[in-house]
Structures are given as C-alpha cells and as structure tokens.
C-alpha cells in the first residue's frame, strides 16, 4: 500500500502528514514545544481529524518522534550560506 503525503512547505521545513497513518491522537499537538500545530479538515485514516503545522514551525522533530504512527516527516531546509 502506498501513501502518499500532504506536505506544506514552511520556512524552516518540509513538514508532511501522512493522512493515510494519522489517526487523530493528537500527540503531536500536546508535545510541539512551539504550540504550532492544530488540528486540520483534512480527515485521517479513521475518519478522525488530522494534523497541520504552520510557519511557526522551528523543524525540531519532536512532532515526528512522539507520532505512534510515523504519520509525520519533517525535512529541514538546509541553510543558506
């Protein structure tokens, strides 16, 4: 089976979810330490609401490691010189 992602690119990342994985926990949404992701109308897997991030985003990860589903990728954009 192959999902594919919905990815917004943001400032400091590539942020994905994977509809196809996420199935509402919210997890993500208690433990981003910038407060910037929310629930989206983009439903999940389960019919559940899925998840968003936005421009606050700093691309530390933690959404990505604490997801149960790896519903979540976070690509940092490299620096620019």
């Known amino acids: 089976m192959e999902f594919k992602g919905r990815t917004l690119e943001l400032t400091k990342c590539d942020w994905t979810l994977f509809t196809g994985l996420c199935k509402g926990c919210g997890l993500c949404i208690q433990k ?4 910037c992701i929310a629930w989206s109308k983009v439903l999940g897997v389960y019919g559940t609401p899925s998840v968003e991030a936005n421009d ?3 691309a530390c990860g933690i959404c990505q490691m604490v997801c149960p589903d790896t ?3 976070v690509d940092k954009r490299a620096k620019e010189a």
């Open 32 to 35: 981003c330490p910038k407060k």
């Open 56 to 58: 606050e985003c700093i």
């Open 71 to 73: 519903a979540i990728r």
